[in-house]
């Protein structure tokens, strides 16, 4: 079985702080993403990356960033949390042969408060 | 661009209705269809697919019809039970100049009743 984990379920965060969201996978995927989700409007793409050094932007990039330094772990990283951040953080991964028809893996989530 | 409508819920249902969740789809070219199901507290499973037009996805007594003349991957299941009781995102694989990735509705939740 595929195993997505992500450091924390629950994370409470002042503003303006830097925030580091690591997701760990342990089946070797190539691919890599951060999503977040929130009520109303499910799940929308902040980052992903197709390989180790890699990184590409999703639909909301923006107060986010990204480390893959190893193919297992992606790192979501909040530079200067804002209140505005506060969401459910999913992370996934999938293998690379036919990126668009393979399903995507995810692990439990991060649910992250900044006050 | 592409996109995927799925109806608003709530939908309460008691144990062992018939359960219809849909789904429609905009998109270019011939992407594959996903459902996925969160249960309270927890990440999203893939729950079936379906890769080209008139496949069926059947996972743990649910199915989805990919129906290209129509748009839509509506998801059934025939007898729900209470621990179907979760949300449910449809989801097509989206290909933009960055490379693929998924794109989804915005949720069903579902509540199963005894």
């Known amino acids: 079985d595929v195993k997505v984990t992500q450091s924390s379920r629950y994370l409470v965060k002042r503003t303006g702080e830097k925030v580091f969201l690591e997701c760990v996978q342990d089946?070797?995927?190539?691919?890599m993403f951060w999503y977040r989700q929130d009520p109303g409007l499910g799940l929308r793409l902040i980052y992903f990356?197709?390989?180790?050094?890699?990184?590409e932007k999703g639909d909301i990039p923006e107060g986010y960033s990204v480390s893959r330094e190893k193919k297992e772990r992606f790192s979501l990283i909040l530079e200067s949390a804002s209140t505005n951040q506060t969401s459910m953080y999913l992370c996934?991964?999938?293998?690379?042969?036919?990126?668009?028809?393979?399903?995507?893996?995810f692990g439990p989530g991060t649910r992250l408060t900044v006050l | 661009g592409d996109s995927v409508t799925q109806m608003e819920g709530p939908v309460t249902l008691s144990e062992e209705a018939f359960l219809t969740i849909n789904c429609t789809y905009t998109?270019?070219?011939?992407?594959?269809l996903f459902w996925y199901v969160q249960y309270p507290g927890e990440g999203l499973q893939l729950l079936l697919k379906?890769?080209?037009?008139?496949d069926k996805g059947s996972n743990k007594g649910f199915e989805a019809t990919y129906r290209k003349e129509t748009t839509s991957f509506h998801l059934e299941k025939g007898s729900v039970q209470v621990s179907d009781s979760a949300v449910y995102f449809c989801?097509?694989?989206?290909?933009?100049?960055?490379?693929?990735?998924?794109?989804f509705g915005k949720g069903t939740s579902l509540l199963v009743t005894p």
């Open positions: 379906a890769t080209k037009a008139d």
């Open positions: 089946m070797d995927h190539e691919n």
């Open positions: 989801a097509l694989s989206t290909h933009s100049n960055s490379g693929y990735a998924l794109n």
């Open positions: 998109a270019t070219g011939y992407p594959s």
């Open positions: 996934a991964s999938s293998p690379t042969r036919d990126r668009g028809r393979v399903a995507q893996y």
């Open positions: 990356s197709y390989d180790v050094k890699m990184k």
